[in-house]
């Protein structure tokens, strides 16, 4: 995979959206003006695409796609390097019996897996992903936040996906929420930063338009749905807006940002529904692992195990792809 | 000491609240049921049917977003209005429809009693109508009654004030306005009506009372573009057919009319109302 | 760059169970008609799907009679409790069949089969489920203590929504105590034929639905038969004047749900991408062949040109085609005839300076297929601004302020649906009391329940389907 660079690695404000920045008061003013969501519309336009009808050549190539957009994902408490390592196999070879399947995207583990993570995938393409600003509830100071970045980033990791202050959010506190992600993004060097919203606390639409907005003011090269550790995670709705969201920032500024939603995606039914809706809200550039991923890790072997059924004619049973 | 000799009243149309003669300068004799002159009426033409609708579809903004309320009181007023000159309709009534004072008496009561049990529907009628739709999805749904908009009235040719009473109260009751063709025969309690109208608060325009021929207005009004409706009870059996045939080129709504002239006198009911009112359906998601 | 191309995902066409020819349905029976038999053809390919038989004048006197003695000796004497139960089984039967409905429809009408699949036939059957329940319940719908009904219903359906429309019409009439004779379209008559069969499964006695496909003299034998109580008619303004002309000076009671020429109004506040999606709804649902499509975008001139650009974006994904594809947004048109008038306003829009423009989809080269257009600078003096074009044509005018989208929608003849969006309340409020429509849909279009009444205003129609007003049209109150 090529590490294309979507943004430039300076967070600067694209021309369009300088005002919006300036100070507390305008950011407050462009998020609020943002269009609102309706609830019940985009719940139906994305259960209306949801009904999209894959087959054939259009399912394995979605299957694929779907397989190499992957952040192959561990983040528990129990995660030791041996889990890690595991996963970076897995990650490099997920069907070992059938060699032209693609890798995955990255493999997405703590700051202090990352050291190993990076030795497991060295030359492999597949990249490492490490949550850091005090993943998951980021209930911690700003020295800590940038601290643990840097862990990570030292360690090797090529990407960095940060939580946002949703306590700072809530409170309105735009700017506060703003800054950090800016701070963050410059600790990031070269990495890139995926911001996770957590859209499950966020509550409303309107809330994940404006969160959006805000993470790619502030440089986020991906806007990502969800930590997996709060219910509900990623949901369709939630990354329609989303894709909508980077799909305006493309046409505002000619710039490309990813989106990733995260946790709760298991099927690789579910898995075709996103990328329908990459395909027909955001568009088809994002059809690629630079735009779009998916943060999971049962959703690869329901992937490989459909993949199999394409390929062979017969479905396949979990006994044939790995647990790991 | 002489006779003092009656200052007689000079009878005219009432348009958009005031009392013009019919731009024809056209009169009729009016006589009594035994045949005795009793006024020169204005004449209307089709030119006064036009300048009665202008009127109407101007004042039916105004009356249409007066609230249920004010209505009400309007009507109301109406009543207490006429009370006041029962004994004029008694006279008139008894002269022009040839009752016996009894008779008079109590068709002139009814017709009061007409406008008070109207006056109480305006702000219900949306209550008794209207709906909360349980639609299977998330959205809030509801549908109100609004008022169908100018409606053209051929009243009764011999019920002069009960049968008028009866079909033009329910029109402005829903928030309609109305252009009237009187009896033809029997107009003089029509136009001290619109004297009653003037006087009660209803706004200019709200009700045009023309006097004149069904046959000659009523296709004026079938045929106009900006009718509603039309209430064909007073036209001749004979023309409701071609009365209705010209509606039909605008989608009016036309009331169906029993041949003859029902017992103005029976129990009034939601008929008339519901003839003058749409259906509105408004939807909105559910949402936060 | 990356392409995902949807493979075909086509329905199949076994599944609507075509026969070779289909039948009048008279007195519980399959009759040879003894018109001249037509041809009914799938407007996406032009090709024969069958012959039907079709009525004559005498058929329609032998139908009206069976009704007659239907309504007099059976239905009009069966208590409500009982007429219930047939209606309730009426919709388990469309229900159970609905695959097959479905794709019959998609088949007759052009359809897109995600439409017919989730939309015309579960609404169809919903449309059954509810007026079952009023049949025993009438004498608490606000028509006094014993509401009586009408006697024989004779109803003509358009082609847009053929079982749908025909669900809307039968179901309240059966509810009511009222027997039917229906025409369904002349090109649509396929699935009116198979809810025949449903009538038959049901066991519905026979002479209560009557069902006569034919061309409009059939229906017009109809509405003149004079054993006929109830005229109840949806289709074009022009045919809905004709219909009041001749039922005029009758006894017939008569119901009309006419064409419409809807503005759906877009506020600087709107929730903009799901105003888009509202518009596109509004217009290229069911190829824009639906009454109330919000075919004048009214939009507010401080955002007309974010919300074209947005609005091209989305048409431009809109998936024309096969309408079995269940990717298919946008089916064929129903007709040549439809298909020329489309193309006949088109070039008038272009003729008076409009500025089109055509979605880039590819359009199959069989078939009567018209891609989804957008006119801008559109006035109110233009022919595309008032004419019903019922196609897959948009037609976008600007305003400034609330008082002048009120002018702008309500200028008009029509007044039978409406869209607001804007996420001010006591807005949505206001415009929706200031419409004169019948439905007026807020922050969302096209949405259809049978507990919601639905019909025009002025010259597009009276009379009320769904919900408790809309019993009043099959009752003699």
Redesign the interface.
Same mark, same amino acid.
């Given at each position: 995979m090529t590490a294309t660079t979507s943004t430039s690695a300076a967070p600067a404000t694209p021309a369009p959206l300088v005002d919006a920045t300036r100070d507390d008061a305008s950011l407050r003013r462009f998020l609020l003006g943002l269009?609102?969501?309706?609830q019940?519309?985009?719940e139906?336009?994305a259960a209306g695409l949801g009904?999209?009808?894959?087959?054939?050549?259009?399912?394995r190539?979605?299957i694929d796609?779907a397989i190499s957009m992957v952040d192959l994902t561990t983040l528990e408490g129990a995660d030791t390097q041996g889990k890690v390592r595991a996963l970076a196999a897995k990650a490099v070879r997920p069907d070992p019996e059938r060699q032209d399947t693609p890798r995955v995207a990255a493999v997405c583990v703590y700051p202090d897996m990352v050291a190993t993570a990076v030795e497991a995938l060295k030359g492999s393409g597949v990249h490492v992903a490490s949550v850091a600003t005090g993943f998951p509830a980021g209930r911690t100071s700003r020295e800590i936040k940038l601290a643990d970045t840097k862990i990570a980033v030292d360690a090797g990791a090529h990407e960095v996906d940060m939580v946002i202050d949703r306590g700072a959010f809530l409170e309105g506190r735009y700017m506060a929420v703003f800054e950090e992600i800016s701070a963050i993004k410059a600790a990031c060097g070269d990495a890139h930063l995926k911001v996770i919203l957590e859209t499950g606390e966020l509550a409303t639409y309107d809330n994940v338009r404006r969160a959006s907005w805000l993470a790619l003011l502030a440089g986020g090269d991906f806007i990502k749905t969800s930590t997996g550790k709060v219910s509900p995670a990623a949901t369709l709705p939630v990354t329609h807006i989303m894709l909508?969201a980077v799909h305006d920032w493309h %046409?505002q500024t000619g710039e490309l940002r990813g989106v990733k939603p995260a946790g709760g995606i298991r099927t690789t039914k579910d898995a075709i529904k996103y990328? %329908?809706a990459v395909?027909?809200v955001a568009g088809?550039?994002w059809?690629?692992p630079d735009l779009f991923r998916f943060g999971a890790s049962s959703l690869l072997n329901d992937l490989l195990l459909q993949r199999r059924t394409q390929v062979d004619g017969h479905y396949s049973g979990p006994d044939y792809v790995t647990v790991d | 000491m002489s006779d003092r000799i009656s200052v007689a009243k000079t009878y005219k149309l009432y348009l958009g609240g005031k009392f013009p003669r019919s731009e024809s300068g056209r009169v009729y004799p009016v006589t009594d049921s035994k045949g005795k002159f009793l006024a020169n009426a204005a004449h209307a033409s089709r030119k006064d049917v036009r300048d009665a609708v202008v009127a109407a579809r101007k004042a039916f903004p105004g009356w249409s977003a007066a609230t249920a309320y004010n209505r009400g009181q309007v009507l109301y007023r109406v009543a207490e209005v006429l009370e006041g000159r029962r004994d004029q309709f008694i006279a008139e009534v008894s002269s022009s429809e040839g009752l016996a004072t009894k008779k008079a008496e109590s068709t002139v009561d009814a017709a009061i009693d007409r406008w008070v049990w109207y006056a109480g529907w305006t702000d219900k009628i949306a209550t008794?109508?209207g709906?909360a +739709?349980?639609?299977? *999805?998330p959205?809030f749904?509801f =549908?109100v009654p609004e008022p =169908? *908009?100018v409606v053209g009235v051929l009243a009764p040719q011999s019920s002069s004030l009960l049968g008028l009473v009866e079909v033009l109260a329910p029109v402005l009751a829903t928030g309609s306005t109305a252009v009237v063709v009187s009896s033809a025969e029997r107009p003089l309690p029509a136009i001290t009506l619109s004297e009653v109208l003037a006087t009660s608060d209803v706004p200019g325009g709200v009700a045009n009372i023309l006097t004149g021929r069904a046959a000659e207005l009523g296709p004026w009004l079938a045929s106009h *573009?900006d009718v +509603?409706a039309l209430d064909p009870t007073g036209a001749a059996p004979a023309d &409701?057919?071609?009365?209705? &045939?010209e509606?039909? +080129?605008?989608?009016k709504?036309?009331l169906?009319v029993p041949e003859a002239e029902p017992d103005w006198t029976a129990a009034p009911?939601l =008929?008339r109302l519901?003839r003058y009112l749409?259906?509105? =359906?408004?939807?909105?998601?559910l949402g936060v | 760059?990356? #392409? /995902?191309?949807?493979?075909?995902?086509p329905e199949s066409r076994a599944i609507a169970n075509l026969k070779d020819s289909y039948k009048p349905f008279v007195n519980g029976e399959f009759v040879d008609g003894s018109g001249e038999p037509l041809k009914t053809i799938n407007p996406a390919t032009e090709e024969v799907l069958a012959e039907v038989g079709t009525a004559s004048k005498s058929d329609v006197d032998t139908a009206v009679k069976a009704a007659r003695k239907a309504y007099t000796s059976v239905w009009s004497k069966m208590p409500g409790t009982e007429r219930a139960k047939y209606l309730f089984r009426i919709a388990r039967l469309i229900q159970e069949r609905s695959r097959e409905l479905a794709v019959l429809e998609s088949l007759d009408n052009g359809k897109p089969i995600?439409e017919s699949r989730?939309s015309d036939v579960p609404t169809a059957a919903?449309h059954f489920f509810y007026h079952a329940g009023w049949a025993d319940k009438l004498e608490y719908a @606000?028509y006094?203590p014993n509401p009586r009904p009408l006697g024989v219903a004779g109803q003509i359906i358009p082609w847009n929504f053929p079982l749908l429309m025909l669900a809307w019409k039968i179901a309240p009439a059966l509810a009511t105590g009222n027997t039917v004779v229906l025409k369904p379209a002349e090109t649509t008559p396929l699935t009116a034929l198979v809810f025949a069969e449903i009538c038959q499964q049901a066991e519905l006695p026979p002479g209560v639905v009557n069902i006569l496909p034919g061309a409009g003299d059939i229906g017009a034998s109809i509405v003149e038969h004079a054993d006929v109580d109830k005229i109840a008619f949806t289709g074009s303004?022009e045919v809905?004047?004709?219909i009041?002309?001749q #039922?005029? @000076?009758t006894?017939k009671?008569l119901t009309?749900e006419?064409g419409g020429k809807a503005a759906n109004i877009v506020f600087e506040?709107?929730?903009?991408?799901?105003a888009v999606?509202?518009i596109v709804n509004g217009i290229f649902f069911n190829q824009g062949h639906v009454c109330c499509a919000g075919s004048r975008l009214l939009v507010q001139e401080s955002i007309a040109e974010e919300v074209l650009?947005k609005l091209r974006y989305r048409v431009s994904?809109l998936r024309l085609g096969d309408p079995l594809d269940?990717?298919t947004d946008i089916g064929a048109i129903n007709s040549a005839e439809q298909l020329a008038k489309i193309r006949g306003l088109v070039e008038a829009g272009d003729a008076e300076g409009a500025q089109r423009w055509t979605s880039p989809c590819p359009v199959p080269e069989r078939g009567f297929f018209f891609a989804p257009t957008v006119f801008a600078n559109v006035h109110q003096s233009m022919r595309i601004a008032r004419e019903e074009i019922f196609g897959p044509v948009l037609s976008v005018l600007t305003f400034r302020t609330p008082d002048e989208a009120v002018a702008k929608a309500n200028n008009t003849?029509y007044g039978l649906s409406a869209g607001i969006w804007t996420?001010k309340g006591s807005r949505?409020l206001w415009m929706?009391n200031q419409l004169r429509? @019948?439905?007026?849909?807020?922050?969302?279009f096209n949405?259809f329940?049978p507990?919601?009444? /639905?019909?025009g205003?002025?010259?597009? @129609?009276?009379g009320?389907e769904g919900?408790?007003?809309g019993l009043?049209a099959y009752l003699n109150?």
């Open positions: 269009p609102g969501v309706d019940v519309g985009v139906q336009r009904t999209r009808s894959i087959k054939k050549d259009a399912k190539w979605a796609t909508q %046409v990328l %329908v395909h027909e088809e550039a059809l690629t | 008794v109508l709906a +739709n349980p639609v299977a *999805g959205y749904s =549908t =169908t *908009g *573009g +509603n &409701r057919v071609e009365l209705a &045939r509606a039909a +080129n605008t989608v709504r036309v169906t009911d =008929t519901r749409e259906a509105k =359906t408004v939807w909105h998601p | 760059m990356p #392409v /995902f191309e949807y493979a075909p995902a995600k989730d919903a @606000g006094g303004t809905g004047k004709a009041q002309r #039922v005029a @000076g006894p009671k009309l006419l506040d709107a929730p903009l991408d799901q999606e509202g650009e994904t269940k990717n003849p996420e949505i929706a429509a @019948g439905v007026v849909w807020a922050n969302t949405r329940d507990a919601a009444p /639905f019909g205003y002025q010259e597009s @129609g009276f009320r919900g408790r007003t009043e109150v």
